[in-house]
């Protein structure tokens, strides 16, 4: 089987990634809870007990609220920076030696034939990172929590076969919306989370002629919708000339149930 994924759940009550191919199955952050995660996988056709290991991206309840539960339950490894590690041991309970890895930032780690590439983001987090995929001359770029995409981030993540990327809110929902300004201001900074706008512009320096599909991930509850989300990305990228629908698929991301797996390639 091709490298293949599923987005389980994302958004700001909790999230979660799986990807694998035949021989490697690997899962990002496990923000729900553990009866949650387990439900998660049945809807996709894949047992937790054959993951082969858990990457974290950072601390964030909505990224770790239920995985000490799922690693004590298949007894799985997890993989973090050193930084994370510390701020987050407190929170998701005790683990065997043998189920705590390093993994640290701007590294590249390997998984049987998947290669796992990790980069840093601007977000609150004690070391946040995210994770780009390869297998066999494809492409996945996992990116969320991030204020903004910076260069260097560009040119990591260019060129993916998909991208699983932040479109966090609407800038006049947000500010228009219930939230404390010191929160608002919090998400809007360059450590909070991307705009609608602001990702279907950093989409356009990253989309190349491998780009298939776009999943816009990680969308606030109460400052986004799905629809708003998808045609604030879309209408940039046809201006762009990224035309959606004809050359690029888009599509949802939800914060309960999980995308159907795709087969890269």
Known sequence: MSLHFSVLASGSTGNAFYIGTENQKLLVDAGLSGKQMDQLFKDIHVSPSELNGILVTHEHSDHIKGLGILARKYNLPIYANEKTWNAMEGHIGKLTTDQKFLFDMETTKTFGDIEVESFGVSHDAAEPMFYVFH?????????????????????????????????????????????????KRRILSDLGHVSNEDAAIALTDVIGNETKRIYLAHLSKDNNMKDLARMSVSQILDERGFHVDRNIELHDTDPASPTPIYKVG
Do not use: C, Q
């Open 135 to 183: 297998h066999a001359g494809r492409k996945v770029a996992l990116v969320t929590d991030t204020g903004y995409v910076s260069e260097r981030t560009k040119k990591i993540i260019e060129n993916a076969d998909a991208f699983i990327f932040e479109s966090n809110h609407d800038v006049g929902m947000l500010r228009m919306g219930r939230y404390p300004w010191n929160v």
